[in-house]
């Protein structure tokens, strides 16, 4: 058996490259204090790009083009001419001006730590506000006020309070239960198992080792696609970049995931739960171990237009989408890029895992299962 912690690495450079929990964390919230400001417009009067002031203070890219923005005067030179300047009083005065003009009963005016901390996560990180109110409870951080829902932060962003929110910024606004009608039996293509017959067991999401399996799909002309599998009970992604969505190509990054786990890829993959897509035509493919003889998991088909048994799946998905919105050409991305994304994916709090990440609730099955 192999080490556990080899598990949790990159793949090999062999295509397609497989991406598994375990990055480094997304960075440490820093909001911008008067001293960074001033940095900032020492930068800026020296030449410095957005993106070196970024650098050197510590923060995205994106917070120094809104605080540059915020900033801004138009400056009249001795010869009539006008340039644009930035300053660093004249954005403080703004932020504090701002709070204070929202009544004396907003909560958040009396926190400018929390409030950069909102907007950084949620403007920067794609936190949902729910998300960020459970990290703080979950890591037991401390500001000098408490917001309890997450609709009071809806609330704020609504009214303006948030100097670099706005509802466009949020992944979804309110909470929007989908309706679902009856599943109506078809008949299909005998590719393998239907879902009918799976384990009562797997949909209670109860044990470890069952995934749903999925394809997010480039815009044209772009023909690379993303493999995604999550693991239904701890949530966990791991994702492939395919170089086309064919069966083909889904069974052969099915390979090297096995080559990759080993011995342990039967037990950690118990079950794939797929759609009716053309690329998981191949059920045998999907099925047979390169390893050994017989199988190395077992697939099931969801019933036709009936994406929501794959719940998990569908949620990340769209999740992935706050990153590559459709639209986007995945021939042009780069394996560091989905990196990234299935890094924070995999530690994202999340709201049914009690504001845990899922990577951490995958190493805590991990270390069940083998034993630790």
């Known amino acids: 058996m192999r080490n556990k912690h080899h598990t949790f690495k990159?793949?090999?450079?062999?295509?397609?490259?497989?991406?598994?929990?375990?990055?480094?964390?997304?960075r440490?919230?820093?909001?911008?204090?008067?001293?960074?400001?001033i940095r900032i417009e020492t930068l800026n009067n020296d030449g410095k790009t957005p993106k070196e002031i970024a650098e050197v203070v510590g923060v995205h890219i994106s917070t120094i083009y809104r605080e540059l923005q915020r900033g801004q005067y138009t400056h009249r030179n001795s010869d009539w001419t006008e340039e644009t300047r930035y300053s660093s009083d004249l954005s403080e005065m703004k932020y504090r001006a701002n709070l204070a003009a929202k009544g004396a009963d907003l909560k958040i005016g009396n926190d400018r730590r929390l409030a950069e901390y909102i907007e950084t996560k949620i403007a920067d990180e794609k936190y949902s506000p729910e998300a960020v109110l459970g990290e703080i409870k979950a890591q037991g951080l401390?500001?000098?006020?408490?917001?309890?829902?997450?609709?009071?932060?809806?609330?704020?962003?609504?009214?303006?309070?948030f100097l670099r929110l706005t509802n466009k910024d949020l992944p979804v606004k309110g909470d929007k239960k989908r309706s679902?009608?009856?599943?109506q039996t078809q008949k299909r293509a005998p590719k393998g198992e239907s879902i009918e017959k799976?384990?009562?067991?797997?949909?209670?999401?109860?044990?470890?080792?069952?995934?749903?399996m999925d394809t997010v799909v480039s815009a044209r002309p772009g023909k690379?696609?993303?493999?995604?599998?999550?693991?239904?009970?701890?949530?966990?992604?791991?994702?492939?970049?395919?170089?086309?969505?064919?069966?083909?190509?889904?069974?052969?990054?099915?390979?090297?995931?096995?080559?990759?786990?080993?011995?342990?890829?039967?037990?950690?993959?118990?079950?794939?739960?797929?759609?009716?897509?053309?690329?998981?035509?191949?059920?045998?493919?999907?099925?047979?171990?390169?390893l050994a003889e017989g199988s190395r998991t077992k697939c099931y088909y969801c019933h036709p237009y009936s994406s929501y048994e794959r719940g998990s799946n569908e949620n990340l998905n769209k999740m992935i989408r706050r990153w590559l919105p459709k639209g986007t050409?995945?021939?042009?991305?780069?394996?560091?890029?989905?990196?990234?994304?299935?890094?924070?994916?995999?530690?994202?709090?999340?709201?049914?895992?009690?504001?845990?990440?899922?990577?951490a609730v995958f190493q805590e099955q991990m270390d069940a299962l083998l034993g630790a």
């Open 10 to 26: 990159g793949a090999a450079s062999a295509a397609p490259h497989f991406l598994y929990i375990g990055g480094k964390p997304m």
């Open 28 to 37: 440490r919230f820093k909001h911008l204090s008067k001293s960074d400001r």
């Open 142 to 161: 401390r500001f000098n006020i408490e917001i309890k829902s997450k609709n009071t932060i809806y609330s704020y962003i609504e009214k303006g309070i």
């Open 180 to 183: 679902y009608h009856k599943v």
């Open 198 to 212: 799976r384990p009562d067991i797997i949909g209670e999401r109860s044990t470890f080792g069952h995934w749903e």
């Open 224 to 290: 690379a696609a993303i493999l995604v599998l999550t693991e239904r009970l701890t949530r966990n992604e791991i994702t492939a970049k395919l170089p086309d969505k064919s069966a083909a190509s889904v069974v052969q990054a099915l390979d090297d995931l096995e080559k990759e786990w080993g011995e342990l890829f039967p037990r950690v993959f118990q079950t794939i739960t797929v759609d009716n897509g053309s690329e998981f035509a191949d059920c045998p493919g999907i099925e047979r171990s390169i």
């Open 329 to 359: 050409n995945f021939d042009e991305i780069g394996a560091e890029v989905i990196q990234t994304i299935t890094n924070w994916l995999n530690n994202y709090p999340r709201k049914i895992l009690g504001f845990l990440p899922a990577s």
